[in-house]
């Protein structure tokens, strides 16, 4: 969330005692997981929609082959993208 | 509420509220994209009613489409942690 965001010394940091301040470094830190995920999904669902709902729109419902091909694609993303980082691995041990 | 709770509290709202924005800011921007694709493959002087439709329908689709993966997804990553 780079831009018309939010900026931290538009509060009262000061205020903050330090049972707060932990708490607030932890949130931030699962928010920011949460918003990787989500992004994550974001450019799967774009991807994966490309591929998978190829026909005409009849219901706003996906198919049960749409639902499988979205799931499969995923799955399959995920394992290429281990693959990638496991064979770049392999080359800078060689 | 003391003051540093409440300070904690209001950067919590904010930042949730940011997030939130952002997470639907990039929904519909991809719903446009592909329903506006999809639905409307030459755009007349006015959105038909097949057109409309369509659109609505994709956008529950691409939005079933979300679901799908973000499960997929985050099943995966329990799996492998």
Redesign the interface.
């Known amino acids: 969330?780079a831009d018309g965001?939010?900026n931290?010394n538009d509060?009262?940091?000061a205020?903050?005692?330090e049972s707060?301040k932990a708490?607030?470094r932890q949130?931030?830190a699962n928010?920011g997981q949460?918003?990787r995920?989500?992004?994550?999904?974001?450019n799967?669902?774009?991807m994966?929609?490309?591929k998978?709902?190829t026909g005409?729109?009849?219901?706003?419902?996906?198919d049960k082959s749409?639902?499988g091909c979205?799931?499969n694609?995923?799955?399959r993303f995920?394992d290429v993208s281990q693959l990638t980082v496991k064979h770049l691995q392999n080359l800078r041990q060689s | 509420m003391d003051?540093?709770?409440s300070?904690?509290a209001?950067?919590?709202k904010?930042?949730?509220t940011?997030?939130a924005v952002?997470?639907a800011r990039?929904?519909v921007e991809?719903v446009n994209e592909?329903?506006f694709e999809?639905?409307v493959p030459k755009p007349g002087s006015s959105l038909s009613n097949s057109e409309s439709t369509?659109f609505?329908?994709?956008?529950?689709?691409?939005m079933?489409?979300?679901n799908?993966?973000?499960s997929?997804?985050?099943e995966?990553?329990r799996r492998e942690q």
């Open positions: 969330m965001g939010i931290l509060f009262d940091l205020k903050l005692n707060d708490e607030l949130f931030f928010e949460k918003a995920i989500q992004t994550t999904v974001h799967l669902t774009d994966c929609f490309r998978c709902v005409t729109i009849r219901s706003g419902k996906l749409e639902e979205m799931a694609c995923a799955d995920i | 003051s540093s709770g300070v904690k209001e950067v919590i904010q930042v949730k940011q997030y952002e997470n990039l929904l991809k592909h329903c999809k639905c369509c609505t329908q994709c956008m529950e689709k691409y079933s489409a979300w799908q993966v973000s997929t997804y985050v995966r990553l």
